[in-house]
């Protein structure tokens, strides 16, 4: 498959099947030796159960939400989709203004464009995101964290959202394990946007490894889409990130790194001219 057909996919796997809901906890009685191992079987399970941040977007086909944290009394973006790099950056914000404007936990608070209630919101998008919101969604979690979802006008809240929400892994990773039944020649690549990220930062907001961790954990999701199965994506740090194509030919340097930073360029701007591209092998052959 060419470099043009793999960069212009876009998109999850097909969505898994949905998970039951689990089974509400009940008190464990230790009577013999192997309850313990009985018990972490059944935490193990329950783990399962639960959504990480971006199944929780492929479950619902959200295109437009983040996920912000308070760290030393102010709240930044740790988790986003859909976000550019401003507004990711424009997240950071003081606690007395979110306590000021969502004084209550656990609901799921709505705002119209076009309503003055919106106005103190924008603050928190950049021009190009503004133009987007239709209805503002957002709910704060007993640890005081948020979740932000901008949607169409249309959109009707499905009666599992707030059940899902409330049991979001948020710390968990989207992770991209190979196929074992892949063959065929494949090319091994290091993407390194970190300088990209970081000098963005550097122009838009202080210098902030928060900023940097959040918009890092985007463009992996980004590259995700653009690279999905067969292909391998994994993090190798902050803003480095090694992939594996399955492809007959070597993609051109010079090509897939102009064809990458016009994808980037809507997250990092002109900053995604400083990425850079390293070919790690020179094609092997599946078993």
């Not at 760290?71 to 990711?88: E, L, M, P, Q």
Request: proline content about 3%; overall charge negative.
């Amino acid at each position: 498959m060419g470099l043009l057909d793999k960069l212009s996919k876009s998109g999850f796997e097909a969505p898994q099947e949905q998970h039951s809901l689990p089974a509400q906890d009940k008190p464990i009685i230790q009577k013999k030796s192997n309850s313990v191992g009985l018990l972490k079987k059944s935490m193990m399970a329950s783990q399962y159960d639960k959504l990480d941040f971006f199944e929780f977007i492929q479950k619902y086909n959200f295109s437009l939400c983040s996920y912000l944290q308070l760290k030393d009394n102010s709240y930044c973006i740790t988790k986003s989709f859909g976000f550019d790099g401003k507004s990711i950056c424009q997240s950071y914000s003081t606690k007395d203004f979110w306590d000021g404007t969502i004084k209550e936990k656990n609901n799921l608070y709505s705002f119209q464009a076009g309503t003055s209630d919106i106005l103190p919101f924008y603050q928190f998008f950049s021009d190009k995101l503004k133009d987007k919101i239709e209805l503002l969604y957002i709910y704060k979690f007993d640890d005081d964290s948020i979740f932000l979802l901008v949607t169409d006008k249309f959109f009707t809240v499905p009666q599992t959202l707030i059940y899902d929400l409330q049991n979001i892994d948020f710390a968990g990773e989207l992770i991209r394990t190979p196929s074992s039944e892949q063959n065929g020649t494949s090319f091994e690549y290091e993407i390194n946007l970190f300088e990209a990220i970081e000098s963005f930062v550097l122009a838009n907001s202080k210098t902030n490894k928060l900023l940097i961790n959040a918009i890092s954990e985007q463009l992996f999701i980004n590259l995700s889409l653009y690279f999905p199965k067969p292909d391998l994506l994994t993090k190798k740090e902050i803003g480095v990130y090694y992939l594996k194509i399955f492809c007959p030919q070597a993609l051109p340097i010079e090509l897939f790194t102009a064809h990458l930073q016009n994808q980037i360029k809507f997250v990092l701007d002109n900053h995604s001219e400083l990425i850079s591209i390293e070919l790690l092998n020179n094609g092997s052959q599946a078993e």
